[in-house]
Nanobody, 116 residues
Framework: QVQLVESGGGLVQPGGSLRLSCAAS????????MGWYRQAPGKQRDVVAR???????YYGDSVKGRFTISRDNAKNTVYLQMNSLEPADTAVYFC??????????WGRGTQVTVSS
């Protein structure tokens, strides 16, 4: 089991930026992929972005061109740079790690609120 600890959430005005971090307790290159999901009140948890073992990335349609996922293998940390934030981006953001076996682990989440 891996421990995933998110940080970097907070309150930001529309148009602003935040960078989320997800620190893992083991080598992130051990995972098939890692990513970020988000869940707004009363809504399902949706994928935001994923980064795969070889470095390829995937983004949800609503964040393409605004969010960037990256990783620092030496620090075992995955990042989510969020620019041009909108009120619709308000949600709890969760880090996810998935092994080749299909096993998944989740962090506890970090709140992002976009409001003036």
């Amino acid at each position: 089991q891996v421990q995933l600890v998110e940080s970097g959430g907070g309150l930001v005005q529309p148009g602003g930026s935040l960078r989320l971090s997800c620190a893992a307790s083991r080598r992130i290159l051990d995972f098939n992929d890692m990513g970020w999901y988000r869940q707004a009140p009363g809504k399902q948890r949706d994928v935001v972005a994923r980064i795969f073992q070889l470095g390829t990335t995937y983004y949800g349609d609503s964040v393409k061109g605004r969010f960037t996922i990256s990783r620092d293998n030496a620090k075992n940390t995955v990042y989510l740079q969020m620019n041009s934030l909108e009120p619709a981006d308000t949600a709890v953001y969760f880090c996810n790690a998935r092994l080749n076996s299909g096993r998944e682990d989740w962090g506890r989440g970090t709140q992002v609120t976009v409001s003036s």
